[in-house]
């Protein structure tokens, strides 16, 4: 059986050539046209990065390697007396396109564990960090100091490797940290907000079952941390945090330089903390009721106040989605079967069913509809993770698997430092000026 490495040299030697042959024979074939919309807008909807690896329908939503989330899960193979799968098969699968075996899956598995050591001195800069310091904060510094492991930099100082070997290294930094996260991860979570218990982890587990073990969850939170960290892993390479990842490691900074970046990209409210935000205003929404059941009125009450105060509601809108997010469908799948009469998912499929026609009625958001992170953060309060600025480290995790698979990618295909142009103002009033002539 060959190794993930080598299925994976396999794949990146039959793709090369189709990248090389769209730059040589199609170079100056026209994507689009740029607006001047777009170019003070955030690049919105301006395509100028490629990935295969999850593409993102503004109608359908994602599809991770061409397939849909329940696709994605009904297809991998599953952690035994488990309906969730394998993180490392999906890892295997986001890498190659292709649905790994069992076998392979649990060769993936083996390998992650044999990787999975995190440095001492990694506890020692969370542990000598104040107490009080965001979760994510501490996520971003762990994994930036372990920058000294990285194998690419190292292989790079050398002066030997050559560009089209480039992937290898980053392979190995992007398997030696991915096999770490888990782990780091769940000493925060303890150190932080359990008294300073971390507990050790388990070598016999799987790494989505192990990070449950770490927080000290039963099951089926293992389920949850697979689930979880599928469903956040990519959305295509434009959202801030895959693009960050991206962005830094085409200068040929290493993994653990580029991840780090795209975690304080993921930090931001209007980004992954989006779940941490959407936790908070919900409870303050509901120590607001003073123990009364919410009304659709009051429901409605409160996000007007929100967006008259000039605040975004957070879980909804979408850069690129234009209706729910499946992942969002995906989450409140899971808490239909596992905590229907749960309260707060209660208000929160409430807040589902007032926030689009409120959104819908001041008109400005493109996207009334709610993404990810209005159904995540509930998921984590009924399992008793309820310190919601953990949430956006889950999603840390999560999304290093989809942005890891990209930059090993990325150097495969000899993907250029990223250096878009800019203008000046006067030069937009110009170009304006001309068109209207
Ligand atoms: N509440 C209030 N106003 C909103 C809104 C919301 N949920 N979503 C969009 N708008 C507003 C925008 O702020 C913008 O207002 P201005 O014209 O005054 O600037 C206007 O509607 C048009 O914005 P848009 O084109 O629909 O949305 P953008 O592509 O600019 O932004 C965001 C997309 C996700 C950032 C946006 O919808 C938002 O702020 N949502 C709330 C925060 C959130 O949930 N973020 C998580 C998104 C998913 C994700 O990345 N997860 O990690």
Not at 125 to 140: K, Q
Not at 307 to 330: C, I
Request: one cysteine or more; hydrophobic letters at 40%; aromatic letters at 10%.
């Amino acid at each position: 059986m060959a190794t993930l490495k080598q299925k994976l040299f396999q794949k990146i030697e039959e793709h090369r050539p189709r990248t090389t042959k769209l730059l040589k024979e199609h170079g100056d074939t026209k994507l689009q046209e740029i607006t001047i919309e777009q170019a003070i807008g955030g690049a919105r909807g301006i395509k100028c990065l490629v990935t295969d690896i999850s593409y993102l329908d503004p109608e359908e939503g994602i599809r991770f390697r061409g397939k849909t989330i329940p696709e994605t899960f009904a297809a991998l193979p599953k952690v035994p007396g488990s309906d969730y799968p394998f993180v490392e098969g999906f890892w295997s699968f986001l890498l190659t396109g292709e649905m790994p075996s069992m076998q392979e899956t649990l060769a993936v598995v083996e390998d992650f564990k044999a990787r999975s050591q995190v440095p001492q001195y990694v506890f020692d800069v969370l542990r000598a960090m104040p107490r009080d310091t965001h979760p994510m904060t501490m996520f971003s510094a762990a994994i930036l100091s372990m920058q000294r492991e990285s194998v690419f930099a190292e292989r790079y100082r050398q002066g030997n490797l050559k560009k089209n070997d480039y992937w290898d290294p980053m392979y190995e930094d992007a398997c030696n940290l991915l096999a770490k996260l888990p782990t780091i991860g769940a000493y925060i979570y303890r150190m932080k907000f359990r008294s300073d218990t971390p507990i050790a982890p388990d070598p016999k587990l799987d790494w989505g079952g192990n990070f449950a073990h770490m927080m000290g969850i039963p099951h089926p939170y293992d389920d949850v941390a697979r689930m979880y960290f599928v469903l956040h892993s990519d959305h295509e390479s434009g959202n801030v945090s895959a693009h960050t990842v991206h962005l830094v490691a085409s200068a040929l900074s290493d993994a653990y330089y580029a991840l780090s970046a795209g975690i304080n990209g993921l930090a931001g409210p209007l980004h992954g903390l989006a779940n941490e935000e959407v936790l908070r205003w919900t409870q303050k929404f509901i120590e607001g009721l003073g123990g009364k059941e919410p009304t659709d009125e009051v429901i409605r009450d409160a996000l007007w106040a929100t967006l008259k105060s000039g605040q975004v509601v957070p879980g909804y809108g979408h850069a690129v989605l234009r209706k729910t997010d499946p992942r969002y469908m995906s989450q409140r799948e899971f808490c239909l079967k596992n905590l229907p009469d749960y309260p707060l998912f209660k208000v929160i499929s409430q807040i589902y069913k007032v926030a689009p026609g409120v959104l819908m009625e001041q008109g400005k958001a493109k996207n009334p509809w709610p993404n990810v992170d209005a159904q995540s953060g509930v998921i984590q309060w009924y399992y008793g993770v309820q310190e919601y600025s953990f949430y956006t480290v889950l999603f840390g995790i999560g999304r290093a698997i989809g942005t890891l698979a990209n930059i090993i990618w990325d150097r495969a295909l000899g993907y250029a430092i990223e250096r878009p142009k800019s203008v000046t103002t006067a030069m937009l009033e110009k170009v304006a000026a001309d068109a209207k002539k």
